[in-house]
């Protein structure tokens, strides 16, 4: 079974480009989750969907992020204008309420991230 | 507020023995779940044990076994017979209802295992 996936692997940029980070879960998994990691502020969660729909978005930390799921099988990252202090890695996970029931959360790879 | 709190930024261990990491979470809910993840220097998240807070026994995955003492709020990880690979940070993550299966995260504590 393929995980959850996770493009691109890594991405450079230059403070004020779009940067586009993208996701696609587990087959079958309903719930989506973008978080980002830092060495000051840990594992950040920025925002979570449930069948497609944003559930939470408190933890999106200014206008310039914003986060879309148009079908249960790819999910976007956006970040419009990049800032330096946006430099991080980003992770998506994805998980089903009706599989264990434990509500696991499986990871992707994560998106590094460098915002010169 | 914090809810996850893990208090052990680093630690060092010998292979072959036993770590405990500790971990407390604060709840009002009866009905929550405590997960543990370990991400190693590659840095993706692996999953690693669940406890319910309604489970009667201690779960346990091979080297893995968590330690619930509910009414101190704690659960913490053992890793027994440890191993160079086990070096990795460790974090601690719970769950609680009506809340759509998000999981907040402890700070986590970095494992180093010496030979």
């Known amino acids: 079974d393929a995980g959850v996936i996770q493009s691109p692997r890594h991405e450079v940029t230059e403070m004020g480009q779009e940067v586009t980070l993208r996701c696609k879960p587990i087959?079958?998994?309903?719930?989506l989750f973008w978080y980002r990691q830092t060495m000051m502020r840990g594992l950040e969660l920025l925002i979570y969907?449930?069948?497609?729909?944003?559930?939470?978005d408190s933890g999106m930390p200014e206008d310039r992020f914003s986060a879309k799921m148009p079908n249960a099988s790819f999910s976007t990252l956006k970040i419009q204008p990049s800032e330096p202090r946006d430099s991080a890695v980003y992770f998506c996970?994805?998980?089903?309420?009706?599989?264990?029931?434990?509500?696991?959360?499986?990871f992707g790879p994560g998106t590094r991230l460098t915002v010169l | 507020a914090q809810k996850i709190t893990q208090t052990q930024p680093g630690m060092f261990v010998q292979e072959k023995e036993a770590v405990t990491l500790d971990c407390t979470y604060d709840?009002?809910?009866?009905?929550?779940?405590l997960f543990w993840y370990k991400q190693p220097s590659s840095g993706e998240m692996i999953f690693l044990i669940y406890?319910?807070?309604?489970?009667?026994q201690n779960a346990t995955e091979g080297r893995y076994s968590l330690n619930f003492q509910k009414a101190r709020k704690s659960a913490n990880l053992v890793i027994s017979a440890s191993q160079l690979g086990d070096s990795a940070m460790y974090f601690c993550?719970?769950?609680?209802?009506?809340?759509?299966?998000?999981?907040?995260f402890g700070a986590g504590t970095q494992v180093v295992v010496t030979p």
């Open positions: 996970a994805s998980s089903n309420p009706g599989g264990r029931a434990y509500n696991e959360q499986f």
């Open positions: 087959s079958g998994h309903n719930s």
């Open positions: 969907f449930n069948n497609n729909v944003p559930i939470d």
């Open positions: 709840t009002s809910d009866p009905s929550y779940g």
């Open positions: 406890q319910g807070s309604y489970d009667q």
């Open positions: 993550a719970m769950r609680e209802p009506e809340s759509w299966g998000k999981l907040q």
